[in-house]
């Protein structure tokens, strides 16, 4: 950890984080939802202020959603992984719109991806898939190629080439 | 397949040797086609030239995977397309899904929504493999046998009902909200 | 007179790639305009979760199409700082010379491919073919023109042997010969000053608000590059500068990336030179245990300064054969999509390709 970084963390400290050193540059700090604009806010103000990627991660065992936000900062190059942990069955979130204006896109990926709502975003549009008619594509327990069986048809091949390039290569006997 | 009037065949002969393709790059596999335009591998010397509306082209390039969000535009595209018109699927993901066989929003199978005249193996092709299949589908419209255009009019109903079922409808939306 | 409605793309000989915009225009100035993505969306993400941790270098380099290599080297860099693996250091600098042959390649297809949007036809017959050299390095050392899978986890596939640094060698002697001629060509040109100098001004606030790295990011004046900040393999051990400029308008970006030519020349040279001889160039894997590799539970964020900006991944493992979720950061992301809502309006028509080409608006990263 860096001398900057460490500084910073130690003004987080207030906000009860869980701190995780991955790298010497990486931070990731575990804060509960209601801390996480307050944690952005003061990591923006003091220099990390590139929201590199927003994204959000299924964990289904826990039955829970992590949003993550990482920020670099340009003048000493660190990064910070700002992770907070949701309710899975009835996402819901604030927006992060007004301190970085592109988080809205990110924000309308994870709501098509995911099906996280953001509360203050009202452009939730879909914006890569059209007419999507199943549950949100990226949650685990969604199975793409079931869908792709049902929605897209295969080729039919006459010949069983994988068969013979087994018995070909006398892993089986024809 | 029918007999040809010497006319016809006159024709085929004409337009094998003068064949634009339409500018529309629907997947990577139109990286290799700037090569395959410009100096090195120049197939303007094959009579090819890139044409940039629908309606003066002769061949619909699909370079590469489409994706449902894509083929509705693509099925546009085709239908705006005047009669001769001939289909050239890239790689190998136009064939049978290719790598994205598991992928919830491609196709698997490019035969299934509109004709196609030659497929390319490869990913993707090399600009040579691109060229040979420009002089392959020469040939076809030479002997007559390039007749995509004629299997999707008289098949119209079967494609358009599998087209149907994989898209939910063939309509252009646009992005405004109102 | 009235609001017309115009949607440009995707099947538009000015488009990049297979992307659209939607807009209201009133005579030539476009009113309001909203980006349309998503035509290139293969569901990347959900596909490398379903796949094990090494075949997934085979599916990678298909994110982002005119350089390949940085998804690769990411995803690599990634997969390493999780499972902590040591990579020697012969194959870091040979991903050091990949990464920068591609970032030379994709400079050379944009820097061309500017003629095709203002009408200056030469430029894309240069700059293409001129590639095509670097691509021919590419198909001796992997196989293959533009996919070339050949950054691994744990170091590159094959070594690098001395016809193919004999091959370097030559063509970016070629490539810098040609240099002169280019600045001629198309920077000297009337038509490119009359369509670029002073058009599309993005100030030095309103890159950093809106996120954009990259060349956009630097032609407003500040030497924000990844390389240098946060540096990654030994971009710390070699000499080079980072260009910058001060007009932030359309010209400055395509010229910065003509000037990194000769620094990405430069960084291969002395890469060459300081490379260690030797045969280890991997962490060899047996063939059938790459399959049941696991990577140690945790997550990580590599990043790394592609042709047009900060390009991330982040990947997540729960200490099993394959991944739990990578999320790819796309370094055209803010450009392709913010930035065309919030500053095409008040532009002309004409201006929207060349906001797609100077700003380097990829699709295929954008919509994975």
Same mark, same amino acid.
């Given at each position: 950890?860096?001398?900057?970084?460490?500084?910073?963390?130690?003004?987080?400290?207030?906000?009860?984080?869980?701190?995780?050193?991955?790298?010497?540059?990486?931070?990731?700090?575990?804060?509960?939802?209601?801390?996480?604009?307050?944690?952005?806010?003061?990591?923006?103000?003091?220099?990390?202020?590139?929201?590199?990627?927003?994204?959000?991660?299924?964990?289904?065992?826990?039955?829970?959603?992590?949003?993550? !936000?990482?920020?670099?900062?340009?003048?000493?190059?660190?990064?910070?992984?700002?992770?907070?942990?949701?309710?899975?069955?009835?996402?819901?979130?604030?927006?992060?719109?007004?301190?970085?204006?592109?988080?809205?896109?990110?924000?309308?990926?994870?709501?098509?991806?995911?099906?996280?709502?953001?509360?203050?975003?009202?452009?939730?549009?879909?914006?890569?898939?059209?007419?999507?008619?199943?549950?949100?594509?990226?949650?685990?327990?969604?199975?793409?190629?079931?869908?792709?069986?049902?929605?897209?048809?295969?080729?039919?091949?006459?010949?069983?080439?994988?068969?013979?390039?087994?018995?070909?290569?006398?892993?089986?006997?024809? | 397949?029918?007999?040809?009037?010497?006319?016809?065949?006159?024709?085929?002969?004409?337009?094998?040797?003068?064949?634009?393709?339409?500018?529309?790059?629907?997947?990577?596999?139109?990286?290799?086609?700037?090569?395959?335009?410009?100096? #090195?591998?120049?197939?303007?010397?094959?009579?090819?030239?890139?044409?940039?509306?629908?309606?003066?082209?002769?061949?619909?390039?699909?370079?590469?995977?489409?994706?449902?969000?894509?083929?509705?535009?693509?099925?546009?595209?085709?239908?705006?397309?005047?009669?001769?018109?001939?289909?050239? &699927? +890239?790689?190998?993901?136009?064939?049978?899904?290719?790598?994205? +066989?598991?992928?919830?929003?491609?196709?698997?199978?490019?035969?299934? !929504?509109?004709?196609?005249?030659?497929?390319?193996?490869?990913?993707?092709?090399?600009?040579?493999?691109?060229?040979?299949?420009?002089?392959?589908?020469?040939?076809?419209?030479?002997?007559?046998?390039?007749?995509?255009?004629?299997?999707?009019?008289?098949? !119209?109903?079967?494609?358009?009902?599998?087209?149907?079922?994989?898209?939910?409808?063939?309509?252009?939306?646009?992005?405004?909200?109102? | 007179?009235?609001?017309?409605?115009?949607? +440009?793309?995707?099947?538009?000989? &000015?488009?990049?790639?297979?992307?659209?915009?939607?807009?209201?225009?009133?005579?030539?100035?476009?009113?309001?305009?909203?980006?349309?993505?998503?035509?290139?969306? #293969?569901?990347?993400?959900?596909?490398?979760?379903?796949?094990?941790?090494?075949?997934?270098?085979?599916?990678?380099?298909?994110?982002?199409?005119?350089?390949?290599?940085?998804?690769?080297?990411?995803?690599?860099?990634?997969?390493?700082? $999780?499972?902590?693996?040591?990579?020697?250091?012969?194959?870091?600098?040979?991903?050091?010379?990949?990464?920068?042959?591609? #970032?030379?390649?994709?400079?050379?297809?944009?820097?061309?491919? $500017?003629?095709?949007?203002?009408?200056?036809?030469?430029?894309?017959?240069?700059?293409?073919?001129?590639?095509?050299?670097?691509?021919?390095?590419?198909?001796?050392?992997?196989?293959?023109?533009?996919?070339?899978?050949?950054?691994?986890?744990?170091?590159?596939?094959?070594?690098?042997?001395?016809?193919?640094?004999?091959?370097?060698?030559?063509?970016?002697?070629?490539?810098?010969?040609?240099?002169?001629?280019?600045?001629?060509?198309?920077?000297?040109?009337?038509?490119?000053?009359?369509?670029?100098?002073?058009?599309?001004?993005?100030?030095?606030?309103?890159?950093?608000?809106?996120?954009?790295?990259?060349?956009?990011?630097?032609?407003?004046?500040?030497?924000?590059?990844?390389?240098?900040?946060?540096?990654?393999?030994?971009?710390?051990?070699?000499?080079?500068?980072?260009?910058?400029?001060?007009?932030?308008?359309?010209?400055?970006?395509? !010229?910065?990336?003509?000037?990194?030519?000769?620094?990405?020349?430069?960084?291969?040279?002395?890469?060459?030179?300081?490379?260690?001889? &030797?045969?280890?160039?991997?962490?060899?894997?047996?063939?059938?245990?790459?399959?049941?590799?696991?990577?140690?539970?945790?997550?990580?964020?590599?990043?790394?300064?592609?042709?047009?900006?900060?390009?991330?991944?982040?990947?997540?493992?729960?200490?099993?054969?394959?991944?739990?979720?990578?999320?790819?950061?796309?370094?055209?992301?803010?450009?392709?999509?913010?930035?065309?809502?919030?500053?095409?309006? &008040?532009?002309?028509?004409?201006?929207?390709?060349?906001?797609?080409?100077?700003?380097?608006?990829?699709?295929?990263?954008?919509?994975?």
């Amino acid at each position: 950890m860096t001398n900057s970084m460490s500084n910073l963390v130690k003004i987080l400290e207030s906000f009860n984080p869980f701190v995780e050193e991955i790298d010497e540059k990486e931070i990731k700090i575990t804060v509960s939802p209601d801390k996480v604009v307050a944690v952005l806010e003061t990591l923006k103000a003091n220099g990390y202020s590139h929201l590199s990627l927003m994204t959000c991660v299924d964990w289904i065992d826990d039955n829970q959603l992590e949003l993550v !936000y990482i920020l670099f900062s340009w003048e000493d190059g660190g990064k910070f992984l700002v992770s907070t942990r949701i309710d899975r069955s009835n996402p819901k979130f604030v927006t992060v719109k007004e301190l970085w204006p592109v988080a809205r896109f990110y924000e309308r990926e994870i709501h098509e991806f995911f099906g996280v709502e953001f509360e203050g975003n009202d452009d939730m549009k879909p914006l890569f898939l059209e007419l999507w008619d199943e549950r949100p594509p990226l949650r685990k327990d969604f199975d793409p190629r079931d869908y792709s069986r049902k929605k897209f048809p295969d080729r039919e091949y006459e010949k069983d080439v994988i068969k013979e390039a087994k018995i070909f290569r006398g892993e089986i006997n024809g | 397949m029918k007999e040809r009037t010497i006319w016809e065949q006159i024709a085929d002969s004409f337009r094998s040797r003068s064949i634009w393709m339409l500018h529309y790059c629907t997947g990577c596999g139109a990286m290799e086609l700037p090569p395959t335009m410009t100096a #090195r591998f120049d197939m303007e010397r094959f009579g090819i030239a890139p044409m940039a509306t629908p309606r003066q082209a002769d061949i619909l390039l699909i370079t590469g995977y489409l994706n449902t969000k894509t083929l509705r535009r693509v099925i546009y595209t085709y239908e705006q397309m005047a009669d001769p018109k001939y289909v050239i &699927g +890239f790689g190998s993901c136009t064939i049978n899904g290719g790598i994205y +066989f598991d992928s919830y929003s491609t196709i698997n199978r490019l035969d299934y !929504y509109i004709p196609v005249d030659v497929y390319i193996a490869g990913c993707m092709p090399r600009p040579e493999a691109i060229l040979e299949a420009f002089n392959y589908l020469m040939e076809k419209i030479r002997k007559g046998e390039a007749d995509g255009w004629k299997r999707y009019r008289e098949n !119209y109903d079967w494609y358009k009902q599998n087209q149907i079922r994989s898209l939910g409808e063939v309509y252009v939306h646009d992005e405004f909200h109102e | 007179m009235g609001e017309v409605k115009l949607f +440009f793309g995707p099947n538009h000989p &000015g488009m990049h790639g297979n992307f659209s915009v939607h807009m209201y225009v009133e005579g030539d100035v476009v009113k309001r305009a909203r980006p349309l993505p998503g035509f290139l969306h #293969r569901g990347f993400e959900k596909l490398m979760e379903r796949r094990y941790w090494y075949s997934n270098i085979a599916l990678i380099p298909r994110i982002c199409v005119p350089e390949p290599d940085i998804n690769e080297a990411c995803y690599a860099m990634g997969v390493e700082k $999780i499972a902590k693996l040591e990579v020697p250091e012969r194959a870091q600098w040979i991903r050091m010379i990949v990464l920068e042959l591609a #970032r030379i390649a994709n400079h050379l297809m944009a820097v061309g491919g $500017i003629g095709g949007p203002i009408g200056l036809y030469t430029a894309p017959q240069w700059g293409t073919a001129d590639r095509d050299r670097i691509l021919d390095i590419f198909e001796a050392l992997s196989g293959a023109r533009v996919y070339h899978m050949y950054i691994v986890i744990g170091g590159v596939r094959k070594n690098l042997t001395p016809r193919i640094e004999d091959m370097i060698w030559k063509t970016m002697d070629y490539i810098e010969s040609r240099l002169p001629d280019y600045e001629n060509l198309i920077f000297k040109n009337r038509i490119l000053h009359s369509r670029l100098k002073g058009r599309l001004i993005l100030t030095r606030e309103q890159a950093l608000e809106m996120g954009v790295t990259g060349v956009g990011l630097r032609a407003t004046g500040v030497e924000y590059d990844v390389r240098k900040v946060d540096p990654y393999l030994f971009y710390d051990k070699v000499d080079f500068e980072v260009p910058t400029a001060t007009d932030g308008d359309a010209f400055s970006r395509v !010229y910065l990336k003509f000037k990194e030519i000769p620094q990405s020349i430069k960084i291969i040279r002395q890469a060459l030179e300081k490379m260690p001889q &030797g045969d280890k160039v991997n962490v060899p894997v047996s063939k059938g245990s790459a399959l049941r590799r696991i990577v140690p539970k945790g997550m990580a964020y590599v990043h790394i300064e592609s042709a047009r900006g900060e390009y991330g991944f982040f990947v997540v493992s729960d200490g099993k054969n394959k991944p739990y979720r990578v999320a790819v950061r796309g370094a055209s992301y803010p450009q392709g999509l913010y930035g065309i809502e919030k500053y095409l309006p &008040g532009t002309r028509i004409e201006d929207v390709p060349i906001w797609l080409a100077t700003m380097d608006v990829c699709a295929p990263e954008i919509d994975r």
